[in-house]
């Protein structure tokens, strides 16, 4: 990793719980694209934290359809995995400062005694104030602020979470050991110099949460955007725990994904790219993409 942060560096920090598919593409292209367009640094984070979760021979897979499709990243590879001390040790400093508390809710408490926000359940704050010391055996709950996050987002535009009363105080520490998401991915970005996260709109409700984390840290905050999420003909959101299809990786499939990609974010490439390689596909895509062509949109249909 350089000592000098660029002017730009984006990120893309898949979880390696299968391979790649046309909604990780579709982020992953305009990640890259964003970065590139300005001569910036695009780098690949494998969120590897939820070791249940990460299936074996995943990571080899995901580089190799990133880089069959073109989208090569700068650096070395980072692993989420390696840096559980710093996680640890924000836990503590969190901690220290009273923003921590225990919670022993069970999944059924929950499941019968929260209300749903904008971004899935509000916990009610059953064990905000229960007695016991915050970094016992239990899960770890971050204390929100009362007001709202409000943060201006480079596809959404001016963007608000009301934390308190949309989803409540979050964890940061499961019962069983496991580091929550938002502490993790929060450090990350700040450790890698990250100047601006853009990822999907399903993760809007998680920015919140993190940009809550970095303040209580102390930390400096990237830029977010967040681009629509792809829907499947039924609706649903195009993803692994859906059934998506994997990305293939030979010539003619990569080809027609990439064109499948760019015809979604509302370029349309000519007849004769037609069966082009993925360098001239980005290369003719790089100085025509434009993410206002996607803003206000959190979600689109798939094409036909």
Known sequence: MTAITPSYRGRFAPTPSGPLHLGSLFTALASWLAARQVDGEWWLRIDDLDRPRCIPGAIDTIQRQLEAHGLLWDGTLVRQSEHEPEYLAALQQLDSHGRLYRCVCTRATLAQSTLLGPDGAIYPGTCRDAPGSSLSAAALRFRVTEGAVDWHDGVQGLLRRK????????IVRRADGQLGYHLACALDEHRMGITEVLRGADLIGSTAHQLQLLSALGIATPRYSHVPVLLAADGRKLSKQNGALALGTRPVEVAE???????????????????????DLLRWALPRWQRASLSGLTALAALP
């Open 257 to 279: 994904q990439l064109r499948w990609c760019l015809t979604v974010m509302g370029l349309s490439p000519p007849d004769t790219l037609n069966g082009a390689s993925a360098s």
């Open 163 to 170: 934390t308190p009363q949309e989803s409540g105080d979050f």
